[in-house]
Nanobody
């Protein structure tokens, strides 16, 4: 059993920044990648970013590349999503997820465990 808990969401003005955190606890594998996904109103859940176990490899979707950064601190079992220059289109529930292998992937079904999500709302 793995638990993932997101935090850091909130309401911000366009152009602002937020830093999301995802803390993992419980039974985990030592070698796992982490990903961030989001679901906007009326849309399907989509991939945002992923990071390998080592932290060396990252995969950022084009719509947020240059604005968002993913990082991790394995000693704290925590992954972060730094979001800068936020736009109203970024409004969504953001979910973190864990993949039981070290390599990155944008595919939702490659991830075994999911958090409950944290709401990010960007006002214009």
């Amino acid at each position: 059993q793995v638990q993932l808990v997101e935090s850091g969401g909130g309401l911000v003005q366009a152009g602002g920044s937020l830093r999301l955190s995802c803390a993992a606890s419980g039974r985990t594998f030592s070698n796992y990648a982490m990903g961030w996904f989001r679901q906007a109103p009326g849309k399907e859940r989509e991939f945002v970013a992923a990071i390998s176990w080592s932290g060396v490899s990252t995969y950022i979707t084009d719509s947020v590349k240059g604005r968002f950064t993913i990082s991790r601190d394995n000693a704290k079992n925590t992954v972060y999503l730094q979001m800068n220059s936020l736009k109203p289109e970024d409004t969504a529930i953001y979910y973190c997820a864990q993949r039981p292998v070290g390599a990155v992937s944008p595919r939702q079904h490659d991830y075994n465990y999911w958090g409950q999500g944290t709401q990010v709302t960007v006002s214009s």
